[in-house]
């Protein structure tokens, strides 16, 4: 399917979206979240106004979907702008994402971010070939904010379970959340601190910077390809590094890096990693993982290996690959620290 095709199957699908009517949230016994969504960054080879209609899409959806507030942006908010502006209309989220062609589809990157903490609490990426593949991550979208909004923000921050017969991260540095300070909102109850902020308060040292890996690549299923990402993050938070996990591909690192870290405030380098198997071998798992910075930049690649024999060796195997890169990757001193 042509790009161009794609363009009039999106256009014939928004009439219908646009002139759908926003209906109010259903009463609950909690007032509901409130979102803003941003129009989507796209890149070239995407329509102009692609980004603004599928933002008006997922508002119109969501909206329908009920127990959320959507809220217009600011016109003219620039990325850089979009969590004071958020603040600023006393949202507790917002949705903000990307558009780049990929072949006879568009991949769109949606992001769900939350206000108190400034970080990316839901992500999803797609490829997709019309609106209504768009507008099918709205009800992802609704439920992801409702999710998350049901929990007790002192959860939230808390990283993963550590896998079986792995150790526990390091509690000092946080595993999920990519963010600076809990910033303070308008009206409504602060939010618990989060140990990071007890850490502070007590005199303890902050991370030194923050970071975030993404998907592992490689012959992996999507589960493992997400686990082993975790583990990644908590063996780079082992080595002092601020890290969590971010649902996107390398190629979108490459491509949206300046955007995935201003959407993780903090943010100072994105991780890639990929394993490769090789049953002849004796070390049977090599784990190539780079470091790119916020302009998509490669910072350094560390390689490790590991024997993986026996069965369910593989999530053993890359655990020892994983620490053995975040040390290199510590001892290189990438990213390099923050001045001062």
Do not use: W
Not at 58 to 85: C, H, M, S, Y
Not at 186 to 195: C, D, E, F, L, R
Not at 293 to 312: I, K, P, Q, V
Not at 321 to 330: E, H, K, Q
Request: charged content about 15%; proline content about 8%.
């Amino acid at each position: 399917m042509t790009r161009r095709a794609i363009v009039r199957l999106f256009g014939c699908c928004l009439a219908v979206a646009l002139a759908l009517p926003l209906v109010a949230a259903s009463p609950s016994a909690f007032p509901p979240p409130v979102v803003v969504i941003y129009p989507l960054t796209q890149t070239s080879g995407v329509a102009n106004e692609e980004g603004s209609n599928i933002a008006i899409l997922l508002a119109t959806k969501i909206t329908e979907l009920g127990g959320v507030t959507v809220k217009p942006p600011t016109p003219g908010t620039e990325r850089a702008q979009f969590l004071d502006n958020a603040l600023k209309e006393d949202a507790d989220y917002y949705i903000t994402g990307f558009l780049t062609p990929l072949g006879s589809e568009v991949s769109m990157i949606t992001q769900v971010v939350s206000t108190h903490s400034g970080s990316v609490v839901y992500s999803s990426s797609i490829a997709a070939k019309t609106y209504a593949d768009a507008a099918g991550q709205a009800d992802l979208l609704h439920a992801a904010i409702l999710r998350h909004a049901g929990r007790a923000l002192a959860a939230l921050d808390a990283p993963p379970p550590a896998p079986s017969g792995t150790p526990e991260p390091n509690p000092s540095a946080k595993g999920v959340d990519l963010t600076k300070a809990l910033r303070h909102r308008k009206a409504g109850p602060a939010p618990s601190p989060t140990g990071a902020a007890v850490a502070a308060a007590a005199g303890a040292p902050a991370a030194p910077y923050r970071t975030a890996v993404v998907r592992v690549g490689g012959d992996i299923d999507a589960a493992s390809s997400a686990s082993f990402a975790q583990d990644l993050a908590r063996a780079l938070a082992g080595r002092g590094f601020a890290s969590g996990y971010l649902p996107v591909s390398e190629s979108e690192v490459r491509a949206h890096a300046s955007d995935l870290c201003a959407a993780n405030a903090g943010t100072r380098a994105l991780f890639a990693a990929t394993i490769v198997t090789n049953a002849a071998a004796k070390t049977n798992l090599q784990l190539d993982v780079t470091a790119y910075d916020c302009a998509g930049a490669t910072l350094g690649t560390e390689r490790a290996g590991a024997s993986a024999g026996g069965r369910g060796a593989l999530a053993a195997a890359f655990h020892r690959a994983a620490l053995a890169a975040a040390a290199a990757f510590a001892k290189a001193g990438i990213p390099p620290k923050p001045a001062g």
